[in-house]
Every structure is written in C-alpha cells, then in structure tokens.
C-alpha cells in the first residue's frame, strides 16, 4: 500500500511507478531526477514506441541496459536495410 500526500510534487510518478523500479531505472542509467523519473514512467507505461530526443545519449543507455537480458538490436534509420524487415 503506498501512502500519497496531496501536495507531493511527483504525485503522477509516485502512483503510476514504484520506488524499487525507478531504484532500477536509476542503476540502468536513467539519471536521479524528478523529469527524467516522469519520462522513465511514460516510456515505461505507453503502448506505442516513444520518440526519445537524446542528445546526451542517456536515455539510450538506460535502455540499453534495462533490456541487456533480451539481446535488444540497434537500429538506426542510417543503416543500409533499415527498413527491411526481418524474421526471426
């Protein structure tokens, strides 16, 4: 059971995340920070893949190191078969 006060400045945050996930959000990389705990949840809790504009790269390594168990695959809209879809 999680307790909320009212006027908490992370209210959405703590109700939609749990403090041991966003513990591990924060050792995967994702840095210490109340914006990047909120954008941690949206990525984390929407259906759809998120557009994630990443210019000091850590959101790229957060979730590099959140999926290193499922053997996650780079993709860049650079390479040569970017769109090529390919079957397992």
Avoid at 25 to 30: E, K, P, R, S, V
Avoid at 63 to 75: A, D, F, Q, T, W
């Amino acid at each position: 059971m999680y307790l909320f006060s009212e006027h908490s400045d992370n209210f959405i945050c703590d109700f939609l995340s749990e403090p041991t996930r966003v513990r591990d959000w924060n050792i995967w990389g994702l840095p210490v920070e109340s914006f990047s705990t909120e954008n941690g949840v949206i990525v984390t809790r929407t259906c759809r893949w998120p557009l994630m504009i990443d210019p000091q790269e850590q959101a790229k390594k957060w979730i590099r190191n959140m999926h290193k168990e499922s053997k996650l695959v780079e993709v860049k809209a650079s390479d040569e078969d970017f769109m090529v879809s390919s079957k397992p």
